[in-house]
């Protein structure tokens, strides 16, 4: 059962956090996960028949029949010739027959062709829809796979180191001059907290989840261990139990259930029994959530305990943006809480964030930055200025699904130099770290993996080169008559044309250019003085093929159209349409 039939809405990272979905969110897309195995590759028909994604019926039939004509057997004599055809008609009949069923089609797109060997298709009515066959597609895949799913437990952990760096601003030096050492400051490490969950798929609608913590602060501490099993009751809701004990609280006993009232509201509620010494303490809390346009969700909390409070909040988040306004009021805390956050559409997924809380303790100011250093590793840090608090710095790591955090309390008081440093110091140590360290690893990295990857592909770029060259000898005789009908009506002619990585005159590391001549295929794809390519990789149109695997490639065109020299570059998956006026040359060039 994937989370979509769950919960109809977009879920945001606060609203996963609200409702405890980490448990079920793995659960429930065991599916996805599978689908994130499976070596896709959506483009290869679609290029191979140099088509758009969104292709009809006709133009699909129109590009198979030319493939056809170029590609039959029957229009070769030589046998080597003939075989060769034969390969390669096969391959564009193959496309053609996947692209113009719909439901083939629909799994190809989700899928791949990966998606279409799996076992238990032929039980699927030839009459379902996109989205039927996706939901069909993910049980097959749940019937096949299900012990080794059963096998996964995904680990979560987290460790948080509290340091108190006070000494580094609030020491008074009087108090060190007779003291052996006393010029250094002393930094101490006050509290630890470490915590590690696993979870154990039990059936197709059940889960266990066995966590358990330790907890130290200033040489005292404790431990607990908790067990809850969830269960999915349906397609609207689900419902836990949580059974803890330790050598702090004592035992404990608690209940969840989550339920989806209509396609825009949701309501969560628990109760739980705290067994300790000084007795039974019990506790309830109760949310309801909802819709209110796309992007933003509106919360109603009530919490009933040792903490009593209720809370409302209005969370909106956007491609670009999260911005939260919650308002607070219980015992012993009541508070107004403001924040945003920008997210850099850029590589490293990078945020700046700032917030102001405020209430009966005082007032808090934050501001922030977050970054993806790696593949599976955000790297953030936090400035917490607040009255009577102080000032802190929080350092967050998070490394796949393990996170560490290293609060920082660096004064008691406002210090201007402690913000400053607790502000500058790790951008300055940040970008050290990131030039010297960071960037030659991902950098030999990403070098490594190409390298690999060139091996692995090998024996396939090999075939594919040999494909790609039978390709343009059975084009000759039909890029003969194309050119022939284009020089007498001066019309649209390939001079040359070459696909690859290019290098330029200013590069700075030596390196040479890795293209190959596609003159042929480009002429043997005009038809009335047009060529047009869509938008998916070059390399799997007819007579091409990947010359660097794994690096950045471009078409360089150059043409003649009514006696004017033309030329072009293009990327990779732009898609092209020649003759263009702002790609010819001017005579003086």
């Not at 040489?219 to 349906?234: A, D, Y």
């Not at 997210?343 to 100011?365: A, H, L, N, P």
């Not at 007498?488 to 001079?495: E, R, Y």
């Amino acid at each position: 059962m994937s989370l979509q039939r769950i919960w109809s809405g977009p879920v945001t990272s606060s609203q996963r956090n609200c409702v405890s979905w980490d448990g079920i969110w793995n659960t429930g897309n065991m599916a996805a996960a599978l689908e994130n195995e499976l070596e896709v590759d959506n483009e290869d028909y679609y290029s191979l028949l140099n088509v758009r994604r969104e292709a009809t019926q006709e133009e699909l039939k129109s590009s198979y029949r030319r493939l056809c004509m170029l590609y039959h057997p029957d229009k070769h004599r030589d046998p080597e010739l003939k075989r060769q055809a034969e390969q390669l008609f096969t391959y564009v009949h193959q496309a053609y027959e996947v692209l113009s069923d719909p439901q083939s089609r629909a799994i190809y797109d989700i899928f791949g062709k990966k998606g279409l060997e799996v076992e238990g298709w032929e039980v699927v009515e030839r009459k379902r829809t996109p989205a039927e066959i996706r939901e069909e597609y993910e049980r097959l895949q749940r019937e096949r796979d299900e012990r080794r799913l059963q096998q996964r437990t995904n680990p979560k952990g987290t460790i948080s180191v509290g340091i108190d760096a006070t000494d580094l601003f609030d020491r008074y030096e009087e108090d060190f001059e007779d003291v052996p050492g006393g010029g250094f400051p002393h930094i101490d490490i006050n509290r630890m907290h470490i915590s590690q969950s696993i979870e154990a798929p039990l059936t197709t609608s059940d889960t266990a989840v066995l966590s358990g913590s330790l907890s130290t602060r200033n040489g005292n501490g404790g431990g607990n261990i908790n067990l809850c099993v969830r269960r999915v009751t349906s397609a609207r809701g689900w419902g836990e139990l949580e059974f803890g004990a330790g050598d702090i609280r004592g035992p404990l006993f608690g209940m969840k259930v989550f339920r989806n009232v209509t396609a825009r509201c949701f309501v969560t509620a628990q109760w739980g029994l705290q067994f300790s010494s000084r007795g039974v303490q019990p506790s309830a809390t109760t949310m309801m959530a909802r819709h209110l346009d796309q992007n933003t969700m509106g919360y109603l909390q009530w919490r009933w305990g040792s903490q009593s409070a209720m809370t409302t909040s209005i969370v909106r988040d956007t491609k670009t943006s999260h911005f939260t306004l919650a308002l607070q009021l219980g015992v012993p805390h009541s508070y107004l809480m403001m924040s945003y956050q920008y997210k850099f559409q850029d590589e490293d997924q990078t945020k700046v964030k700032g917030s102001i809380k405020t209430g009966f303790f005082g007032t808090v100011v934050e501001y922030g930055a977050e970054r993806k250093i790696s593949r599976h590793s955000v790297l953030a840090a936090t400035v917490s200025i607040g009255v009577p608090q102080g000032v802190s710095l929080k350092i967050r790591l998070n490394r796949a699904s393990q996170t560490y955090l290293f609060p920082i309390h660096l004064t008691d008081q406002i210090l201007p130099s402690a913000v400053f440093y607790a502000t500058v110091g790790p951008l300055a140590i940040y970008l050290a770290v990131q030039k010297l360290i960071i960037m030659p690893y991902v950098r030999s990295q990403k070098e490594q993996e190409l390298e690999k990857q060139k091996e692995d592909s090998a024996s396939e770029i090999a075939r594919r080169k040999q494909e790609a060259e039978a390709s343009v000898l059975l084009m000759q005789e039909s890029v003969k008559r194309i050119i022939d009908a284009e020089e007498s009506k001066m019309g649209l002619l390939i001079l040359n044309a070459w696909y690859g990585k290019f290098v330029s005159d200013n590069s700075q590391k030596p390196e040479r250019a890795k293209v190959i001549d596609v003159t042929v295929p480009l002429q043997c794809l005009v038809k009335d003085s047009k060529l047009t390519l869509t938008e998916a990789s070059k390399a799997g149109l007819p007579g091409f093929y990947d010359p660097c695997v794994g690096e950045e490639k471009s078409l360089k065109l150059l043409y003649q159209f009514r006696g004017a020299m033309h030329q072009v570059l293009s990327g990779d998956t732009e898609p092209l349409r020649i003759p263009k006026q702002s790609h010819r040359i001017s005579s003086e060039t």
